[in-house]
Nanobody, 121 residues
Framework: VQLQASGGGLVQAGESLRLSCAASGRTFSSYTMGWFRQAPGKEREFVAR????????IYSDSTRGRFTISRDNAKNTVDLQMNSLKPEDTAVYFCAAAAWSTGVPTEYAYWGQGTQVTVSS
């Protein structure tokens, strides 16, 4: 499966952004989809994931309550709605696909190219 992330940009603290990831291929619904982020000089960090049917969503402690992950299996898309953004949310955000529900980056087989999110204070 090929993934294409979009929607990043520059916003001020407290504002919102919506990221979208479009997937190619007919097997999108067979993958858990995740969002990760990586800030300069830091390791790639789990943000959120959603199971194949969309029935279960899991968030990191730092994003729970502010971010919402959703998917549309008919359209092969997974979105990340980010509210109340903070400067520490600044990073390159990646969408990824895994065969099972996991928050471990190395267990995701497919990755999008990343989209930059910058939050100014």
């Amino acid at each position: 499966v090929q993934l294409q992330a979009s929607g990043g940009g520059l916003v001020q603290a407290g504002e919102s952004l919506r990221l979208s990831c479009a997937a190619s291929g007919r097997t999108f619904s067979s993958y858990t989809m995740g969002w990760f982020r990586q800030a300069p000089g830091k390791e790639r960090e789990f943000v959120a994931r959603i199971t194949r049917s969309g029935s279960v969503t899991i968030y990191s402690d730092s994003t729970r309550g502010r971010f919402t992950i959703s998917r549309d299996n008919a359209k092969n898309t997974v979105d990340l709605q980010m509210n109340s953004l903070k400067p520490e949310d600044t990073a390159v955000y990646f969408c990824a696909a895994a065969a099972w529900s996991t928050g471990v980056p190395t267990e995701y087989a497919y990755w999008g190219q990343g989209t930059q999110v910058t939050v100014s204070s």
